[in-house]
């Protein structure tokens, strides 16, 4: 079955640029529900487990110090197909590569700095979702 649910988070270059608040309207007029959201900054060994599929690749060191280097915006999306809706959003990791109109070609610095995250198939929006967000804020999902 596909999930009507997603996992995104803003990334620390979005947020400390002061690009959330256009990226939250982006999300919202793109046909998003905003389900749960939480502004949170990482610690490195938060972010290494967040991250830990990653760990063998030669970025995963500069991966992670990104990561925890400021607060991040984590967000539970809901939509129709809404992992490949969100991906479609996004664009391409490269924002050099992304799609005219995507997320990461309007917001995104670098392959690195890339603005945003998404969850890359249901079982991921799952498990990152829950890393996120405590049972008690999902209620509002459950309840949808
Ligand atoms: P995302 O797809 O959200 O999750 C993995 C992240 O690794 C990816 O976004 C990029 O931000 C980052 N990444 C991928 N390739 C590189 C790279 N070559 N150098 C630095 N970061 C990278």
Redesign the pocket.
């Known amino acids: 079955m596909v999930g009507t649910q997603t996992f995104a988070m803003l990334k620390p270059d979005a947020v400390s640029s002061g690009k959330a608040g256009a990226i939250l309207a982006h999300i919202e007029k793109s046909g998003f529900a905003i389900r749960a959201m939480r502004m949170v900054r990482l610690t490195r060994a938060e972010a290494e487990a967040f991250?830990a599929v990653?760990a063998a690749r030669p970025?995963y060191g500069?991966?992670v110090e990104f990561m925890s280097s400021g607060p991040v915006v984590a967000l539970a999306l809901e939509a129709p197909n809404a992992v490949l809706a969100w991906r479609d959003a996004i664009g391409a990791?490269d924002p050099a590569e992304a799609a005219e109109g995507t997320i990461r070609k309007l917001f995104a610095e670098s392959?690195?700095k890339?603005a945003v995250?998404?969850s890359d198939s249901d079982e991921n929006a799952a498990r990152e979702i829950a890393f996120f967000f405590p049972e008690r804020e999902l209620a509002l999902l459950a309840s949808a």
């Open positions: 991250y990653h970025f500069e991966l990791t392959k690195g890339n995250h998404g």
